[in-house]
């Protein structure tokens, strides 16, 4: 059981607690950071109204911060739950959160 709890808690893909609807992971890498991974993450966080780990009120979406997703010629980029999204400005965020504010 501990090496199973030890393997759990090293890997971001394995929540720890319950999490949002969606998951949103945020790359904070060394390409995704020089390209504005932190302005992209406090954007997130202003638009989601929460911190990283955190869950909006209405358990909607979490927020985190990750290491590398492997997309590094596509920075800045993140990933809500399967989903990658690359390229991002702000207007393709509002866009994306959008879409899922919307979907069933």
Excluded: W
């Amino acid at each position: 059981v501990v090496d199973i709890a030890e393997a759990a808690s090293f890997y971001t893909m394995f929540p720890k607690e319950p999490v949002g609807k969606y998951l949103i992971q945020v790359c904070h890498n060394i390409s995704c950071a020089l390209l504005g991974a932190d302005s992209l993450i406090g954007y997130l966080e202003e638009k989601l109204a929460i911190k990283k780990g955190e869950t909006t009120s209405d358990n909607m979406f979490t927020l985190i911060s990750v290491e590398c997703l492997g997309g590094c010629t596509a920075a800045p980029m993140m990933q809500i739950n399967d989903r990658y999204y690359e390229n991002l400005t702000r207007e393709k965020v509002d866009k994306i959160l959008e879409d899922l504010r919307n979907e069933p």
